[in-house]
């Protein structure tokens, strides 16, 4: 008999878990991450506690139904993942959103913020429902980059509390600091105004359901980073960065941020920009003005994907001046760069959820 994902989740509505009585998938038991292929079916079953009581006979019963009622033959691997206390307060927060995906660089003028548009842009190309916010609060450039300087956010009463409308545009639902302050204002704010600010942006915004909540961080390291971990479960951090070796300085930096043990976010990946310059009239020519490859040398020594080179073309400023991503030209080479960085995003998270475990948010000690 061919398996198929609705006769596995049939047969697993046949077993209950002992604590509730419910069947495992409307207990919220059965992990989005089942695969099929041929006669062998995955997934994973999640339990609240390390020390479940029935964990065990729950994974036999599971097993069992799957022979019983999908098919005799079939081949089945179950792995037992743990809720953490900390992912279930995320779920509170922000319910509908599957992966939380922080750009991030370690300096400024890197391209991170142009990454971080027409990676959001591509995702929503590709079909996902994708949500890109503002992090960089004393720099805000996506309401430039979408031609959203004018937007009005307003507010709504979402589950009984006041909650802001995010600006949609190409698919992707957008939210800055830069929609509430006026285009030439200064922003001097103190780090704990700026920290409560994003909060705000997170917290009080009705995003609804995202496959990939793009968040475009400052450059560096500081209180908003850290206000960030604080509040969010990432699911990892994309690392932009050109090919020179001042950059790529602040670039490992930026990577033992997130990989410091007391933050445990993995690194899906880097992303070299301004890889090279080809002009218009000579389209095949490779000028490397930044280096050439350094963020390919540093994906290889710190043993992490190089999702994509992007290269510097005119057409990039234009477009992101004039408040189209060039993620959105199909017949770009550039754009098409961006689309492919898309597809190595998703693969990176689909990798990363499939082999490692949730992210826990970072605890804050008084």
Known sequence: MQLYPKLITDALRQVKYPGTGKNLVDAGMVEDDMRIAGNHVSFSLIFDKPTDPFKKSVVKAAEAAIHAFASQDAEVEIRVKTRPKEQAAEERLLPGVKNVVAVSSGKGG???????????????????????L????????????????????FAEVVDGKQRLIPAEKYGVRILSIGFFVKPESAMLWRGGMASNSLKQLIAETSWGDLDY???DTPPGTSDIHLTLLQTLALTGAVIVSTPQEVALADARKGIDMYRNEKVGVPILGLVENMSWFTPA?????????????????????????????I?????????????????????????????????AVVEAVERRNR?????????THS
């Open 110 to 132: 890197v391209g991170k913020s142009t990454v971080a548009a027409n990676l959001a842009v591509a995702l929503a190309q590709a079909g996902y429902k994708v949500g890109l």
């Open 134 to 153: 503002d992090a960089d609060i004393f720099g805000p450039s996506v309401p430039k980059m979408f031609q959203l300087e004018h937007a009005q956010i």
């Open 213 to 215: 909540f793009v968040i």
């Open 281 to 309: 009239e000579l389209p095949d020519n490779r000028y490397y003005l930044f280096g050439r490859e350094g963020v390919k040398r540093l994906a290889a020594e710190m043993r992490v994907p190089l999702l994509a080179q």
């Open 311 to 343: 290269p510097i073309v005119q057409s990039v400023c234009e477009s992101g001046d004039g408040g189209e991503p060039i993620a959105l030209k199909a017949d770009s080479p550039v754009g098409a760069a961006f689309r492919q960085l898309a597809a």
């Open 355 to 363: 082999e490692q475990p949730p992210t826990h948010i970072v605890e």
